[in-house]
């Protein structure tokens, strides 16, 4: 019982154990807050990825595609595992574009990825309709155009029509009338948000919030050049904006431009192909059987067939392993506790020393003194590790709120939202991380009180008594 | 309560309830021995007060803290009645300290983080385990408030040693020794730090201790003054107790009454 009652007295009165506490505390919270935050965008990117690439994917080797996506599906469809398991399937024909547009007199080219496809069976298979920026397009995904972007289109300036003036011979018989060439409609397309933004570091609101500038509007019209399929001879066509397409993630952002798939088809000469057929699954756990099966069924195809895991597996690895890394750097947070706990707890014993004879004189034991100094180190890593929980969750879920304050404080953005196009700082708390993350703390905290408590256990009691 | 008194007139001395044989103790510091004890023999009967005397670095205190387990003889045997206790596993003599021995030091050695009742209360702590605590709390509250009451700090309960007088601490700390009613109480100095009549007091309150509880006690001190109220005097010179050079003894040496009853106590536990 003397164990518990020191412990609880020492960390009372023992002001330098303080110390040792807020150190535990800070290294807790700081791994907390960094593995929230790191969870947060991991889950964002997983989440975004996945969500853009569907479940599972047949795709072309290259950019000629594969040919009769719709004999492919209706195999998929006709197969009954794969009937069973499979929710949606959308074709895509994929390829690298340029996109020309002019903005405040200035040509503007950049390269893009161009997505041909048909947006009802894209936003079947997931992640396309939800980042929509139009709230009337999510729920009805199309490439129409709205009012306001027909009303832009109609007052778009048109290029003065040719006038010939033919000179003319009496005798001569008049030309023909001009062959029927009503004006070319250009087709819609959705644009990456960034690709018709960018934001502005000057424009800030007084809570530092920053804003993006647009660079074209929707009706505003946009050259897409590429190639066609069997002669790689350059293609182009106008487009008009219908919609942006906001994911957040500043990689599709600002390269993807969504097409309608027939018209890609056509311009590509590719008309019945596509790159790709992204499958969406009931239950993502089946994914390897489903990918196995399709494998099976399209043996001497020209796919591949793939989860998206499987296709982001080298990123989806650079965030386990960044996260990894994070955390083991970040531990030596509290190693470096673990030696002021070493250091303080060493002090502790040499100003103990005669506290430890009168124990020893009283029948303490060498155990029960030892287990004075474990305790203690247990009790500095549970206060300290539990008020580092609750600073850490504290700081988590006002992190935004932080982060504002310190970017008008310091004047820096700490978190620059052009980089990541977020508007907020993603954080994801993991209760089972919090709870390892106090168990390594107290752990660290036992580990390094055995030293200064072995060494008070193995004082002798007379040399204790007459300690100066 | 002192009735029943009995002039020990038998003539058969009683048996003694500690003893020493032939123990010798030598330390070791920086490569160089001291021989401190060279051979000492020394017995204690039960209820007995005993004062050891002698020069600074005699080796008084180092034969109290050896017969107390405090530490090891190089060579002979400390005896607890008949049995043999310097060479016991280090628990059981956790276990002697903790129930049959009481300590007073010069320096008091009271435990700062604690109040007084809970000082007193500290051999009570170090017996129980937590389980064991709620079921003995209660009980040795009452004891060890009733021990500060009996020493004259039952108003000083609550306070730190820090808060109380060199007199008071000692008090305190004999409070402590007691707690666990020991038979054989080590008193190593305990009036070294006290003034005179803080001095006093502490000798008359180990005297009627050893008088009406028939505790057995075993003192270390300088002061020729306060040995001589105690039953026997032994001089310790050079590391041997020399019995041609020991001084001349208190009065009533050998015919101090015991209290039946207080042999029993005197005895409880012991072995």
């Known amino acids: ?468 | 309560m002192q009735t029943g008194y009995i002039e020990n007139t038998s003539g058969v001395a009683p048996p003694p309830i500690l003893r020493a044989e032939n123990v010798r103790k030598t330390y070791r510091r920086n490569g160089i021995a001291t021989e401190v004890l060279k051979g000492v023999d020394f017995a204690v009967t039960q209820g007995e007060f005993v004062s050891i005397v002698g020069a600074s670095g005699s080796g008084k205190s180092t034969l109290l803290h050896l017969m107390g387990t405090l530490d090891s003889p190089d060579a002979g045997s400390i005896w607890l009645a008949d049995r043999r206790i310097d060479n016991l596993p280090g628990r059981e003599r956790d276990k002697l300290r903790n129930g049959k021995f009481g300590f007073i030091f010069q320096f008091y050695h009271l435990l700062p983080e604690l109040t007084a009742v809970e000082n007193v209360l500290a051999p009570e702590l170090v017996a129980s385990s937590i389980w064991q605590w709620p079921g003995r709390k209660k009980a040795a509250f009452k004891r060890a408030e009733e021990l500060l009451e009996r020493v004259g700090l039952g108003h000083r309960k609550h306070h730190r040693p820090r808060e109380m007088s060199g007199g008071e601490m000692q008090r305190t700390a004999i409070a402590r020794a007691i707690m666990s009613r020991p038979g054989i109480l080590f008193a190593d100095e305990p009036t070294g730090n006290l003034d005179e009549t803080a001095g006093a007091e502490i000798m008359a309150l180990l005297r009627e201790l050893n008088r009406a509880d028939g505790l057995t006690v075993l003192m270390v001190t300088h002061n020729m003054e306060m040995a001589n109220t105690t039953d026997r005097i032994v001089r310790l010179a050079s590391g041997r107790i020399d019995p041609a050079r020991q001084p001349v003894q208190p009065a009533g040496y050998h015919s101090r009454p015991v209290e039946p009853r207080t042999m029993e106590y005197a005895w409880r536990g012991v072995g």
């Not at chain 1, 139009?134 to 709205?146: E, G, I, S, T, Y």
Request: aromatic content about 8%; charged content about 20%.
């Open chain 1, 1 to 468: 019982m003397y164990k518990l009652v020191l412990c609880w007295r020492y960390l009372k009165t023992r002001y330098l154990a303080l110390v040792c506490v807020i150190s535990v505390m800070l290294g807790v919270a700081t791994l907390i807050v960094v593995n929230s935050v790191m969870g947060g965008f991991s889950a964002k990117l997983r989440d975004r990825l996945h969500g853009l690439l569907s479940d599972v994917m047949i795709e072309a080797y290259d950019y000629d595609g594969f040919a009769d996506p719709a004999g492919k599906m209706e195999m998929i469809r006709k197969d009954p595992y794969l009937a069973s398991q499979v929710v949606a399937m959308a074709p895509t024909l994929e390829i690298f574009a340029m996109l020309q547009f002019s903005y405040r007199d200035m040509p503007i080219t950049k390269p893009v990825r161009l997505v041909g496809i048909d947006p009802a069976d894209r936003a079947k298979v997931g992640g396309f309709a939800e980042h929509l920026v139009d709230p009337a397009r999510k729920a009805n995904p199309n490439f129409d155009l709205d009012e306001a972007a027909k009303a832009r289109v109609a007052q778009a300036k048109k290029p003065e029509p040719l006038v010939f003036q033919p000179i003319l011979n009496a005798d001569e018989p008049p030309p023909p009338d001009p062959v029927d060439s009503r004006p070319h409609q250009p087709v819609s397309a959705i644009l990456g948000y960034a690709i018709a933004h960018f934001r502005d570091r000057e424009a800030r609101d007084e809570d530092g919030t920053l804003h993006d500038r647009r660079t074209l509007q929707p009706g505003d019209e946009v050259v897409l050049t590429t190639v066609s399929s069997a002669k790689m001879a350059p293609v182009f066509d106008r487009f008009v904006i219908a919609d942006y397409f906001k994911s957040e993630m500043s990689e599709y952002d600002s390269q993807y431009v969504f097409v309608p798939l027939d018209h890609l088809q056509k311009l590509r000469t590719m008309e019945g192909k596509v790159t790709s057929i992204q499958i969406r699954l009931k239950n993502f756990d089946e994914a390897p059987k489903v990918v196995a099966r399709l494998k099976e069924m399209f043996r001497r195809q020209p796919v591949e067939v793939q989860t998206w895991e499987d296709k982001q597996g080298n990123v989806l690895a650079a965030i386990r392993t960044e996260k990894g890394i994070l955390n083991i750097l970040l531990f030596m947070i509290i190693g470096v506790a673990g030696f002021g706990i070493l250091a303080i707890f060493s002090m502790i014993v040499g100003e103990k020393t005669r506290d430890i004879g009168i124990l020893k004189s009283l029948g303490a034991s060498n155990w029960g003194v030892m287990q004075i100094f474990l305790g203690y180190g247990l009790l500095l890593g549970v206060v300290g590790g539990g008020l580092g929980s609750l600073l850490g969750l504290a700081i988590t879920t006002n992190i935004n709120e932080i982060e504002h304050l310190l970017a008008r404080a310091t004047g820096q953005d700490i978190f620059p939202r052009d980089v990541y196009y977020f508007d907020r700082i993603p954080t994801d708390i993991q209760p089972l991380a919090v709870l390892l993350v106090n168990v390594g703390a107290v752990a660290i905290a036992v580990l390094f009180s055995i030293l200064p408590a072995l060494r008070a256990s193995m004082l002798h009691p007379v040399r204790a008594l007459r300690f100066e």
